[in-house]
């Protein structure tokens, strides 16, 4: 990002830039209307902000400006990465790929309680930032505030989904609506709770009536609710059958002895306990069946693909095609290091256009405009006067 404080004029031109101008939140159909870019065009910014995009031959040049010109490439807004674990940054490539989800889980568990000074959480920010990445949902515990500094730094803006986790003491309590690791620190920075919202982890790993009671605040409160939903077979196992690698691994330390297994597929579950609905934010949505497609969608919530993590950990395929095409309002996150090879959730839609031939405009609005709205942010997913000067630049494979 352009330094805000900098007040001098600067213009940057490029081959294209998709400002993305009048472009709303996109499901269905619209996510596949064209989308027209502006050709040798120049992006104008003061104090960090956009004051125009202009065709270069309209734009006058005073004496002494900065002009970076960044050739044979299209500028598109800065990137919204809509779900990421920046606290686990220094676990990057460490932990176990094409195994599954549950033997993935056990090798992070064993990396929890290291210590670590911050420097990769920093490189990894450093690296979103560089990237173009211009907000992040982030996944945030005691290292909140370390988080919150480092994403910051780099000129990112964050907002952290404060995870309730567990289903009894120490990691639950009747505390609200911030959970035990992450409520003492916001109680001495409010600045930092007005970016926050208490989040649950997933419907296997944290208590139902605290679901309930983070998602009736979120509502209240005008912020997104998340959770994971559906992420692997092994959790759907669990919460139908109470049985499975996830099932062994969790209970008697995160679900107390007497959890009631709900026997309900996930989204199934989430609809009983009222979970669902504008304003909540459910991620992966991998193990989804047709049905539960179009009741998701028909719930009003949004949904955020995290498709590189997905195939490291060998969980599935999410039905991108139906989800897609549903009405499902969607977005892209990275996941974190723990499960990924790198933060530039461009790459999620690099994957998703090779990999399932995904068209590019669909994941050009997944990336920015849809992002924006799945985080509730204003003043993010386009190049508009007046926005944060966050660009980034569009992968060749994804070329309208």
């Not at 995160?254 to 309900?264: G, I």
């Not at 990999?355 to 669909?362: E, N, S, T």
């Not at 509730?376 to 997913?381: I, S």
Request: hydrophobic share 45%; glycine share 10%.
């Amino acid at each position: 990002m352009l330094q805000e404080h900098d007040d001098r004029l600067r213009i940057i031109r490029a081959r294209t830039i998709l400002d993305m101008l009048g472009e709303r939140p996109a499901t269905g159909r619209d996510l596949f209307r064209p989308l027209k870019g502006l050709d040798n065009a120049a992006l104008l910014v003061r104090g960090g902000r956009v004051l125009d995009v202009l065709p270069w031959k309209s734009v006058r040049v005073p004496a002494g400006t900065p002009v970076t010109d960044m050739g044979d490439v299209t500028l598109m807004p800065g990137s919204i990465n809509a779900h990421c674990h920046l606290q686990l940054s220094h676990t990057a490539g460490r932990t176990l790929f094409g195994a599954g989800f549950t033997a993935w889980l056990r090798s992070l568990i064993a990396l929890l309680r290291e210590e670590h000074d911050g420097t990769a959480l920093a490189l990894a920010c450093r690296d979103m930032a560089e990237a173009g990445t211009a907000h992040v949902g982030d996944y945030a515990g005691d290292g909140l505030l370390a988080v919150d500094a480092a994403v910051r730094a780099e000129g990112m803006g964050v907002t952290h989904f404060c995870e309730w986790f567990g289903g009894q003491a120490p990691f639950i309590d009747d505390g609200r609506p911030w959970p035990p690791r992450c409520r003492a620190l916001l109680e001495r920075q409010p600045e930092v709770a007005a970016r926050c919202a208490p989040a649950g982890h997933a419907l296997y790993s944290t208590d139902a009536r605290v679901l309930q009671d983070a998602r009736q605040w979120c509502r209240l409160k005008g912020r997104p609710f998340a959770l994971h939903l559906a992420e692997s077979e092994d959790e759907t196992r669990l919460l139908l059958d109470g049985e499975g690698p996830l099932w062994d691994c969790y209970r008697g330390m995160v679900l107390p002895e007497d959890w009631a297994v709900p026997h309900l597929r996930p989204v199934a579950y989430a609809r009983r306990l009222d979970l669902l609905g504008p304003g909540t934010l459910a991620v992966h949505g991998v193990q989804l069946e047709p049905a539960e497609v179009t009741a998701l969608a028909a719930s009003g919530s949004t949904l955020c693909l995290c498709p590189r993590s997905n195939e490291y950990l060998a969980v599935g395929t999410a039905p991108v095609a139906a989800l897609l095409e549903s009405g499902l309002l969607c977005c892209l996150g990275t996941d974190g290091l723990s499960s990924n090879t790198d933060l530039d959730v461009r790459q999620e839609a690099v994957f998703l256009r090779e990999r399932l031939d995904v068209a590019p405009q669909a994941l050009i609005r997944c990336l920015t405009v849809n992002g924006a709205a799945a985080l509730g942010l204003a003043g993010y997913g386009r190049l508009e006067p007046g926005s944060r000067a966050v660009f980034s630049v569009l992968p060749e494979s994804l070329s309208i």
